[in-house]
């Protein structure tokens, strides 16, 4: 036995005799989705309440687990997330909204394409894919978006889309653009703000756009920041919260 194999044995025996100690009072929810249990220990351990649905989540269970044992109560959103061989079994009950969002999914059973395309999208439309996930998908260009007028858009999702440039935004005005995504993307920049004040801009989410920095909210102490939301963008560092009383809030 290998000094790797012997340190497996031990941590494996350890958890298998704490789990079984009568005195501790074990979140079994917490303890099913734990990255230390596998699924040998669940099988030695039948008769404790384990969660299907955070073992679902479990990065241990593969797809062969699942299939040997399919007369467990497995959950199929978090079996969805796992990404495992969804093309070759398409009869399982697969979260479809969860696999619309996940770009790594394929219909090529997650192999070496790690995004889901518009042709993808296209070559499976019996499939009840989710709009608004799909709308925040990179692979979701502006030219899809037109050449595509009768899908269900969501536009608070695709204003958030880092496809979605002020140019866009500029071009089509009738469309029904989120001003809070908008006010988020990181490709609003300042100089777009100060161009447009008589746009919608949502102060909140503005506040925390990564291209906001601290000179240019010290330049423009007229404008409604919020100071909360100021505290989460990237570039309001600690240095500058102590240097400046007016993000006291930023310490609480």
């Not at 079996?79 to 079994?89: D, P, Q």
């Amino acid at each position: 036995m290998s000094l790797t194999e012997a340190v497996t044995a031990a941590k494996r025996e350890w958890i298998l005799k704490k789990l079984q100690d009568p005195k501790a009072r074990w979140d079994w929810c917490s303890v099913s989705d734990d990255p230390n249990i596998t699924w040998d220990i669940v099988q030695a351990l039948p008769d404790k309440p384990w969660s299907f649905h955070a073992l679902s989540h479990n990065p241990n269970i593969t797809w062969s687990i699942v299939k040997a044992h399919p007369e467990k109560p497995w959950d199929w959103k978090g079996l969805s997330w796992t990404r495992y061989i969804v093309k070759a079994n398409p009869d399982k009950p697969w979260d479809w909204k969860e696999l619309s969002y996940d770009k790594n999914i394929t219909w090529d059973i997650v192999s070496g394409n790690p995004e889901i395309t518009w042709d993808i999208v296209q070559a499976n439309p019996d499939k009840p894919w989710s709009w608004s996930t799909l709308s925040t998908n990179p692979n979701m260009t502006w030219d899809i978006v037109k050449a595509n007028p009768d899908k269900p858009w969501d536009w608070h999702h695709l204003s958030k889309n880092p496809n979605i440039t002020w140019d866009f935004v500029e071009a089509n005005p009738d469309k029904p653009w989120s001003w809070w995504s908008l006010s988020g993307n990181p490709n609003i920049k300042w100089d777009f703000v100060e161009a447009n004040p008589d746009k919608p801009w949502d102060w909140w989410s503005l506040s925390r756009n990564p291209n906001i920095t601290w000179d240019i909210v010290k330049a423009n102490p007229d404008k409604p920041w919020k100071w909360y939301s100021l505290c989460c963008n990237p570039n309001i560092t600690w240095h500058i919260i102590q240097a400046n009383p007016t993000l006291e809030t930023c310490k609480k």
